[in-house]
């Protein structure tokens, strides 16, 4: 048995200044950049939301820019596995969390839970 929900959207960007494209989706959502909260300086800009709102996190890319949605789970290898039942391939694994490719094209992540809530709300797979 494990737990997965929807915890995030990506706004992937292959920009050359992090801080720019930061500030235009900041200002566009109407979120705050928040760095406290961003992890790595470097690739990531947390834009803060409300309790209990999906995080929006930018990211500096190297691929095309693009949006992908991360799934937390408390068991990446199940979720993994549940979801290349359901017809999703494994992109890349990488050491925190595993790219995957929905049998639609779509690219989206699964990551380690992330939220301070979770399983609050999230779903229950057996």
């Not at 900041?26 to 990531?44: F, H, M, T």
């Not at 800009?45 to 930018?58: D, K, T, W, Y």
């Not at 990488?94 to 989206?108: D, K």
Request: negative net charge.
């Amino acid at each position: 048995m494990h737990h997965s929900r929807l915890c995030e959207i990506v706004i992937d960007c292959r920009a050359g200044d992090l801080d720019a494209a930061g500030a235009f989706w900041s200002a566009a959502l109407g979120r705050p950049v928040n760095l406290q909260e961003s992890g790595d300086p470097q690739l990531y800009r947390l834009l803060e939301g409300r309790p209990g709102e999906l995080r929006v996190e930018v990211q500096k890319v190297e691929h095309e820019s693009r949006v992908h949605l991360d799934i937390e789970t408390d068991d990446i290898p199940a979720e993994v596995k549940r979801l290349e039942t359901l017809g999703a391939k494994v992109h890349q694994e990488l050491p925190r969390w595993v790219v995957m490719q929905a049998p639609t094209g779509q690219r989206f992540c699964v990551v380690n839970a992330q939220s301070a809530d979770f399983p609050h709300n999230a779903n229950r797979w057996d």
